[in-house]
């Protein structure tokens, strides 16, 4: 537990305070990002990919830090060279441990673009164990989601420094789906701002079953009530015991099993079909 005193809580409040104030302009209209201030942000539309090399700690736990760097580098730096080729604001490209963040500006990027750079992705990290004989055994796993929103841009950083970083909830969303999908994943989101052709060709949707109770309405309601009620209720009120409470027997609730549509495994192999329809390798 850190013990305050008056000191320290005024140094922290201080430091606190100062860019608190930087940032009271909030949400600027009509500036672009190189016109923002200290603290100033301005909204805009992003396509989010995110690549991430799973499991690659646990991989290369035994290996030399060389070894490492190396990987490091030669996958994190190709993952940007293909983003950026399609599109990915490379102001705004981040390196997160062993992941690559992206965002694809939406006013100028076409989601077919986002979907080809998520699978040349996944081709760089199943390639990575052919770099040299120490990594020939070893088997590289991607994890990639594709997701759409509206982050914030804002300056920020200390010192006088204006990095221009993207931030938001979306990004939330990204780190929460990452945790618990595998190899590929376009959210619903991401997919709305596709066409139905590419939804049906590049996209495969995923559907969770959900248990719902069926209602029944105020007239079945009643009659139900009326047909559950025994002889020996009916006996008593027709002998004129009103008093005595009429129960209806219980009706166990009835359900029915509806598709939920949770999001979009990314097809592969139709996803590259169209990179050679298009001769993208030519």
């Given at each position: 537990?850190?013990?305050?005193?008056?000191?320290?809580?005024?140094?922290?409040?201080?430091?606190?305070?100062?860019?608190?104030?930087?940032?009271?302009?909030?949400?600027?209209?009509?500036?672009?990002?190189?016109?923002?201030?200290?603290?100033?942000?301005?909204?805009?539309?992003?396509?989010?990919?995110?690549?991430?090399?799973?499991?690659?700690?646990?991989?290369?736990?035994?290996?030399?830090?060389?070894?490492?760097?190396?990987?490091?580098?030669?996958?994190?730096?190709?993952?940007?060279?293909?983003?950026?080729?399609?599109?990915?604001?490379?102001?705004?490209?981040?390196?997160?441990?062993?992941?690559?963040?992206?965002?694809?500006?939406?006013?100028?990027?076409?989601?077919?673009?986002?979907?080809?750079?998520?699978?040349?992705?996944?081709?760089?990290?199943?390639?990575?164990?052919?770099?040299?004989?120490?990594?020939?055994?070893?088997?590289?796993?991607?994890?990639?989601?594709?997701?759409?929103?509206?982050?914030?841009?804002?300056?920020?950083?200390?010192?006088?420094?204006?990095?221009?970083?993207?931030?938001?909830?979306?990004?939330?969303?990204?780190?929460?789906?990452?945790?618990?999908?595998?190899?590929?994943?376009?959210?619903?989101?991401?997919?709305?701002?596709?066409?139905?052709?590419?939804?049906?060709?590049?996209?495969?949707?995923?559907?969770?079953?959900?248990?719902?109770?069926?209602?029944?309405?105020?007239?079945?309601?009643?009659?139900?009530?009326?047909?559950?009620?025994?002889?020996?209720?009916?006996?008593?009120?027709?002998?004129?015991?009103?008093?005595?409470?009429?129960?209806?027997?219980?009706?166990?609730?009835?359900?029915?099993?509806?598709?939920?549509l949770i999001g979009y495994k990314l097809n592969w192999y139709n996803i590259n079909k169209y990179l050679h329809e298009i001769n993208f390798y030519d």
């Amino acid at each position: 537990m850190i013990n305050y005193n008056k000191k320290s809580s005024n140094f922290i409040d201080l430091i606190l305070n100062k860019y608190y104030s930087e940032s009271t302009k909030g949400i600027i209209e009509g500036k672009y990002p190189s016109q923002l201030t200290r603290g100033e942000g301005i909204e805009s539309e992003y396509f989010i990919s995110k690549i991430d090399l799973s499991g690659s700690t646990l991989i290369l736990r035994n290996k030399k830090p060389s070894t490492y760097l190396k990987l490091a580098h030669a996958f994190l730096s190709s993952v940007d060279h293909i983003t950026r080729k399609f599109g990915a604001d490379g102001a705004q490209v981040e390196y997160s441990g062993d992941s690559v963040l992206s965002y694809f500006p939406v006013s100028k990027c076409d989601p077919i673009n986002v979907i080809c750079s998520a699978y040349l992705s996944r081709v760089i990290v199943l390639r990575l164990c052919n770099l040299d004989s120490t990594l020939n055994q070893l088997k590289f796993r991607s994890k990639i989601v594709l997701h759409f929103g509206k982050l914030i841009l804002s300056k920020i950083g200390p010192w006088g420094d204006g990095n221009l970083i993207a931030i938001g909830h979306p990004l939330h969303v990204v780190a929460k789906i990452e945790k618990s999908i595998d190899i590929g994943w376009a959210t619903i989101e991401f997919a709305k701002h596709t066409n139905s052709k590419i939804r049906l060709r590049m996209l495969k949707a995923q559907y969770l079953d959900k248990k719902v109770e069926i209602i029944p309405n105020i007239e079945t309601q009643i009659k139900d009530s009326i047909q559950s009620l025994t002889q020996q209720n009916i006996a008593s009120f027709l002998l004129g015991n009103i008093n005595r409470p009429i129960t209806p027997k219980p009706k166990e609730p009835q359900y029915r099993i509806e598709k939920e549509l949770i999001g979009y495994k990314l097809n592969w192999y139709n996803i590259n079909k169209y990179l050679h329809e298009i001769n993208f390798y030519d």
